[in-house]
């Protein structure tokens, strides 16, 4: 009763309430995969890009806007799938969590980054830097004959090429042959960001 009292007080006299703090993603207990494998048709490659947001705590913050950035060498589609936006300017696609702190991209890109060069965000605060693949291999707007002969090069010659292994199975080899070929047969060209 009497901090009641001391509180109505302090807001006659002017003083600011107490305000509840806003909980912020705690980078240690989020989820962000190590790689954003991408297509120029926003096709879902395995299971996506999955970032889940979560505090200090482990619970997970619905609403968190989710912020993936990429390197000047990537090129994020003007046009992307779903609820993610795209900014051109500075190369960033972004989405918000759904009510389990859980986001997923499809992200349409072309270009690959095989150092961690990829920052996640989460409500401003970085999650993860990674690593980005895309099917779009040159950048030039579509999965087209040009990827299809950098794809066959690294398959035939260069296997422990990164920036082709889409299964995330550290190697070039058939299972990406088939990811690549599904986007290849099915290609939704776009327009890349400058």
Known sequence: MRSRFLLWIALAL?????????????????????????????????????????????ATMAGSVVTVGMPSSVHPYTSQVGFTQVTCTSHKIYNVTNGFGDVVFQPRVGGYANSPSVQVVADGVLLRTVVVRSTDIDADGATAVGDFNLFRLNFLFAPAAQETDYDESGATDVGDFNVFRQIFLNDVPGTPCP
């Open 14 to 58: 002017g003083a600011p309430a107490p305000v509840a703090a806003i909980p912020a993603p705690d980078p240690a207990q989020c989820s962000v995969e190590p790689v954003v494998v991408g297509c120029s048709s926003g096709a879902l490659i395995g299971d996506g890009f999955r970032v889940t947001v979560r505090d200090q705590t482990g």
